[in-house]
């Protein structure tokens, strides 16, 4: 089974690219992160004809996640789940065969000490709390976390040490919600540096490779096991109108 983790970036604007790419690489699981796409917009009978199910969460012009699946997902859940009503669309999870997937876009945190930072960390915990709480075997955690784990993660680590994304309480949370038994699968097969999910629109950044990696799709400890192969498709930064990320993907020997 192969699952794709891709933060869109607009999925009216790339649409085509979203088609195209599907008609190419045939994924099994794709989880997609700032649709920025109202519920109503969502394209899902022009994906159900190329043989993809759609699980959606959207919100007009922000934010927005949404799972697509080649097998009919079931217990859909359109937020975190607790009891918190939160306006902003950043998480769905379905159930698809015997995995639980999540589809998250964790918020940016805009400027270290700020209350978006605050909401950023709190958030995390709201996320890790609920997957303490997942009953089944098999959990795969797939999205935009806009943290960069660790300085590996990051082309020029002594310029972004403690800035948003690389601050260490970010770090710290997201140390934290590993340790409910995810694993980052990247780095399974991957232990070199320079792999990045994102890059800037500024400056020539793709082209330098100053990036980020950003996006990850982490496993449960069991169904990380599992996990054959994984890498970034970094193909799709590249042509006209890119995303500014490039989807993360797994395999799994299920």
């Given at each position: 089974m192969k699952v794709v983790s891709w933060n869109i970036n607009s999925l009216r604007k790339?649409?085509?690219?979203?088609?195209a790419w599907l008609e190419a690489t045939r994924p099994d699981v794709v989880c997609l992160q700032e649709t920025k796409c109202a519920d109503e917009q969502f394209p899902a009978l022009a994906l159900q004809t190329v043989g993809y199910h759609s699980a959606y969460h959207g919100e007009k012009s922000y934010n927005g996640v949404a799972i697509l699946t080649k097998s009919k997902p079931s217990n859909v859940q359109p937020s975190l789940c607790d009891e918190v009503v939160d306006p902003q669309a950043r998480v769905i999870a379905a159930t698809v065969g015997h995995l639980r997937v999540f589809s998250i876009?964790?918020?940016?945190?805009?400027?270290?000490g700020s209350p978006a930072?605050?909401?950023?960390?709190?958030?995390y915990q709201r996320l890790r709390d609920c997957i303490v709480k997942e009953k089944s075997v098999d959990v795969v955690v797939c999205g935009d976390f806009n943290v960069a784990p660790e300085d590996i993660d990051v082309y020029d680590p002594d310029l972004w040490r403690g800035a948003?994304?690389?601050?260490?309480?970010?770090r710290k949370a997201f140390r934290a919600l590993s340790g409910t038994g995810l694993k980052d699968t990247l780095r399974v097969h991957h232990k070199e540096g320079g792999l990045f999910s994102w890059w800037d629109y500024q400056m020539r950044a793709f082209e330098k490779n100053r990036g980020l990696r950003i996006d990850a799709i982490l496993a449960s400890e069991k169904l990380a096991?599992?996990?054959?192969?994984?890498?970034i498709n970094i193909e799709m930064r590249k042509g006209k109108e890119p995303s500014d990320h490039a989807p993360a993907w797994a395999e799994f020997e299920l």
């Open positions: 790339r649409l085509d690219h979203l088609f876009y964790a918020p940016n945190g805009q400027a270290i930072y605050k909401y950023k960390l709190h958030w948003i994304m690389c601050s260490e309480d970010e096991k599992k996990c054959s192969a994984s890498g």
